[in-house]
């Protein structure tokens, strides 16, 4: 499975990024999806994940409310929307796939079999 991350940009603070991962290759019918970020000088963290149907959705405290994840099964794309942005939101935005369908703990890197290349996003205060 390779994963493709894109819509990151600069962004001023208040504003809206809207990010997609689209999956190719081998795909698989029970794909769990999650979305990761890194700061400079930072460790990765979670953001948000979903499973394949989107019946279970996940987000870290600081996306709660502001961002929503959400699949398109049939194109094979995740998307990952932003609102109300804010300065400490900068960071390279990773996507990942979980072939177990999020069987294990969402919010961990580990859980995670495949990511994607990452983009920028950049909030201006």
């Known amino acids: 499975v390779q994963l493709q991350a894109s819509g990151g940009g600069l962004v001023q603070a208040g504003g809206s990024l809207r990010l997609s991962c689209a999956a190719s290759?081998?795909?698989?019918?029970?794909?769990?999806m999650g979305w990761f970020r890194q700061a400079p000088g930072k460790e990765r963290e979670f953001v948000a994940a979903?499973?394949?149907?989107?019946?279970?959705?996940y987000y870290s405290d600081s996306a709660k409310g502001r961002f929503t994840i959400s699949k398109d099964n049939s194109g094979n794309t995740g998307y990952l929307q932003m609102n109300s942005l804010k300065p400490e939101d900068t960071a390279v935005y990773y996507c990942?796939?979980?072939?177990?369908?999020?069987?294990?703990?969402?919010?961990?890197?580990?859980?995670?079999?495949?990511w994607g290349q990452g983009t920028q996003v950049t909030v201006s205060s």
């Open positions: 990942a796939a979980d072939i177990s369908n999020l069987r294990a703990r969402a919010t961990m890197r580990a859980t995670y079999d495949y």
């Open positions: 290759g081998r795909t698989f019918s029970n794909l769990g």
């Open positions: 979903s499973s394949w149907s989107g019946g279970r959705t």
